[in-house]
């Protein structure tokens, strides 16, 4: 059985890439899924100083935990103005500050991305996929899902056959290795 955690790169209560990230999860075969869901963490903006008079808050050494405790990483990214949501990228900041690790400490990682658009977030899919290897994830594959509302229903999921088609092809090789 595979653990594994599902991150939705949006502290939005309604967010697209939370619901791609944990259909997708789901789709694993003997897989235990735990999802994070960041519109209930509250996360102080990082700074050396605030880290130097309060240390490292709590959630993110769970996080960093929860991390740990996955065999595979599926994290789906909003795109804000071309990049990683701020909420998103401050949990990434904190989490690169525990000492004597990575950020994603070197678990294998399926990067998906999804946005309103035709291009399903592949600005942010690729600089993700560019820096996360240097934070220790461990990319397997990626996937960008186009144009959300038209190609995903909340109790179906992904709705158009072809795209489903290749996000099951990804997750089997996947599921390999």
Same mark, same amino acid.
């Given at each position: 059985m595979k653990n594994i955690l599902s991150i939705g790169g949006s502290n939005s209560t309604v967010s697209i890439n939370k619901k791609l990230a944990d259909f997708t999860s /789901? $789709?694993?075969n003997d897989s $235990? @899924? &735990?999802s994070l869901d960041l519109s209930l963490v509250e996360l102080p903006v990082y700074s050396v *100083? $605030? =880290?130097g008079s309060s240390g490292i808050p709590e959630f993110v050494i769970e996080f960093a935990n929860q991390i740990d405790g996955a065999d595979l990483l @599926? @994290? /789906?990214l909003a795109e804000h103005n071309g990049f990683l949501t701020s909420g998103f990228k401050n949990l990434l900041d904190w989490t690169s500050r525990i000492p004597g690790r990575k950020t994603f400490g070197e678990k294998s990682m399926f990067l998906l991305a999804t946005s309103p658009g035709e291009r399903g977030g592949a600005t942010v899919l690729? !600089?993700? *996929?560019n820096?996360? *290897?240097y934070q220790g994830a461990k !990319? &397997?594959?990626t996937f960008s899902l186009p144009s959300f509302y038209q190609n995903f229903e909340d109790e179906k999921g992904i709705t158009n056959e072809e795209i489903l088609k290749d996000l099951k092809k990804i997750i =089997? =090789? !996947?599921s390999l290795n």
């Amino acid at each position: 059985m595979k653990n594994i955690l599902s991150i939705g790169g949006s502290n939005s209560t309604v967010s697209i890439n939370k619901k791609l990230a944990d259909f997708t999860s /789901s $789709l694993f075969n003997d897989s $235990l @899924v &735990k999802s994070l869901d960041l519109s209930l963490v509250e996360l102080p903006v990082y700074s050396v *100083q $605030l =880290e130097g008079s309060s240390g490292i808050p709590e959630f993110v050494i769970e996080f960093a935990n929860q991390i740990d405790g996955a065999d595979l990483l @599926v @994290v /789906s990214l909003a795109e804000h103005n071309g990049f990683l949501t701020s909420g998103f990228k401050n949990l990434l900041d904190w989490t690169s500050r525990i000492p004597g690790r990575k950020t994603f400490g070197e678990k294998s990682m399926f990067l998906l991305a999804t946005s309103p658009g035709e291009r399903g977030g592949a600005t942010v899919l690729g !600089i993700a *996929q560019n820096i996360f *290897q240097y934070q220790g994830a461990k !990319i &397997k594959n990626t996937f960008s899902l186009p144009s959300f509302y038209q190609n995903f229903e909340d109790e179906k999921g992904i709705t158009n056959e072809e795209i489903l088609k290749d996000l099951k092809k990804i997750i =089997e =090789e !996947i599921s390999l290795n």
